[in-house]
């Protein structure tokens, strides 16, 4: 892996509700779970065509083979509520926490996606923002087989450009640990596509991913059992 380009790799941040109340509480799949298989997704704003390609790649997380959800293209008041401010990052809301975001605003970020973004960069971002708007975590903050961070060598890169985050984001977004209880999962997968591109020099175990763009094998058994038919 060519560590240069991991590092200027920008970083989906997840948004929690509790940015927004203060409380410290994790975000967790089990609490964010959809109990409903409808869910709507609306645009706020965005590209016509680019938004069709945004909606066809988050559908592939539905379907007979895979979660029993069905993703219905809605107005602007839709469950799922995506905007596209560039500069904003690419986030997402935990699952049902966007139910408790203000019906105008939105819970879900395309901060570097335009017209001009490749089939690859889009696949990739929209999978993995799809993930967390149906409960999924970080596969980096797993609790099955933690991570052994680096913690020097992830602040240095992070804080540093094209992320420039700040110590609470780097907490938040890397090193968080959710509790095994609150989590249903697997393994850490390193091919999830929840999982972040890290270089071998972020860990102190030897322990590396590369960049995904496509569901793993596990990804796909997983959603089917979160949500089965
Ligand atoms: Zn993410």
Not at 1 to 19: A, L, S
Not at 97 to 114: C, K, R, S, V
Not at 126 to 148: D, Y
Request: hydrophobic share 35%; proline share 5%.
């Amino acid at each position: 892996m060519d560590q240069h380009g991991v590092n200027k790799d920008h970083f989906c941040t997840i948004r929690t509700v509790q940015d927004v109340s203060g409380n410290t509480k994790a975000a967790l799949l089990n609490e964010a779970k959809w109990t409903v298989s409808r869910l709507t997704v609306g645009f706020l704003e965005g590209d016509p065509q680019l938004r069709q390609r945004v909606i066809d790649v988050a559908r592939e997380w539905t379907g007979p083979d895979m979660a029993n959800l069905e993703f219905l293209e809605d107005g602007s008041e839709a469950d799922i509520r995506i905007a596209f401010q560039q500069g904003n990052g690419s986030w997402s809301f935990l699952g049902t926490h966007a139910q408790q975001i203000p019906a105008d605003e939105p819970t879900m970020n395309y901060g570097w996606l335009t017209p001009d973004s490749t089939d690859d960069d889009v696949r990739r971002v929209v999978l993995h923002e799809f993930g967390h708007a149906v409960g999924l975590i970080h596969e980096h903050q797993n609790p099955e087989k933690p991570i052994q961070w680096n913690r020097a060598a992830v602040i240095a890169d992070l804080s540093g450009p094209p992320n420039n985050w700040d110590e609470q984001t780097i907490e938040n977004n890397i090193f968080k640990k959710y509790n095994a209880q609150d989590v249903t999962g697997t393994d850490t997968d390193k091919d999830s596509i929840m999982m972040y591109p890290l270089p071998q020099s972020w860990t102190l175990d030897g322990f590396s991913a590369g960049l995904n763009s496509d569901l793993s094998d596990t990804d796909k058994e997983f959603i089917r059992s979160a949500y089965p038919w």
